[in-house]
């Protein structure tokens, strides 16, 4: 089965912390995604990645960086927290490079700036 | 740009009810898909079936069917009987390559809640 685990359920940080949420996929899946779940706005792309090293911003990447040193590992980090980047942060991760890949998703990090 | 649009916000049906779940979608391209994935209580979204934009037949998987209408640009989701275990958020999402380099962007809708009342 593919697995997808991302390091922290929940976290509750103060404002202008960094935050580092880590996620690690097990099936050697090229594409990777950072997406942000809020209620009636549903899920967000905040970055992706289709490859080590390479990442295209998604539609709300303001506050956002990513990293992938790995093919297995996406990472995001808000360098400095802000009270209206608590939520629910959904990682996920595709086989194919073309559009057809299924999303195969983590359980989540529920974030929560003080 | 693409966009994803389903208008339902929350719905409510009797068990053993059929209901329907619409998406529209907006996209510039010719070669996209279209898949639906259900957000359990317990939160992990679950993908559950993949169009692709040349494949207008519909689908049927047990109580669940899909209808594609690519004139109306519209995916929608049908639930036949409905259970209590069907109670979710289902979401709508359009997967398009970008840039000519093959890679996968997949914008999500707002989600529909389904409570399925006993």
């Known amino acids: 089965d593919v697995k997808v685990t991302q390091s922290s359920r929940y976290l509750v940080k103060r404002t202008g912390e960094k935050v580092f949420l880590e996620c690690v996929q097990d099936?050697?899946?090229?594409?990777m995604f950072w997406y942000r779940q809020d209620p009636g706005l549903g899920l967000r792309l905040i970055y992706f990645?289709?490859?080590?090293?390479?990442?295209e911003k998604g539609d709300i990447p303001e506050g956002y960086s990513v990293s992938r040193e790995k093919k297995e590992r996406f990472s995001l980090i808000l360098e400095s927290a802000s009270t209206n980047q608590t939520s629910m942060y959904l990682c996920?991760?595709?086989?194919?490079?073309?559009?057809?890949?299924?999303?195969?998703f983590g359980e989540g990090s529920r974030l929560t700036v003080l | 740009a693409q966009k994803v649009t389903q208008a339902q916000t929350e719905i409510s049906v009797v068990e053993k009810e059929d209901v329907t779940l619409d998406c529209v979608y907006e996209?510039?391209?010719?070669?996209?898909?279209l898949f639906w994935y259900k957000q359990p209580p317990s939160g992990e979204l679950v993908f559950l079936i993949r169009?692709?934009?040349?494949?207008?037949q519909n689908e049927i998987s047990g109580r669940y069917s899909w209808n594609f209408q690519k004139s109306t640009s519209s995916f929608n989701f049908t639930i036949t009987a409905s259970q209590v275990v069907d109670s979710a958020v289902y979401f709508c999402?359009?997967?398009?390559?970008?840039?000519?380099?093959?890679?996968?962007?997949?914008?999500f809708g707002t989600g529909t809640k389904l409570q399925v009342i006993p």
């Open positions: 169009r692709n934009s040349f494949d207008e």
């Open positions: 996920a991760s595709s086989l194919e490079k073309e559009a057809a890949g299924e999303l195969f």
């Open positions: 990645s289709y490859d080590v090293k390479m990442k």
């Open positions: 099936m050697d899946h090229e594409n």
């Open positions: 999402a359009l997967s398009e390559a970008m840039n000519s380099g093959g890679y996968q962007k997949v914008t």
């Open positions: 996209t510039r391209d010719t070669t996209y898909y």
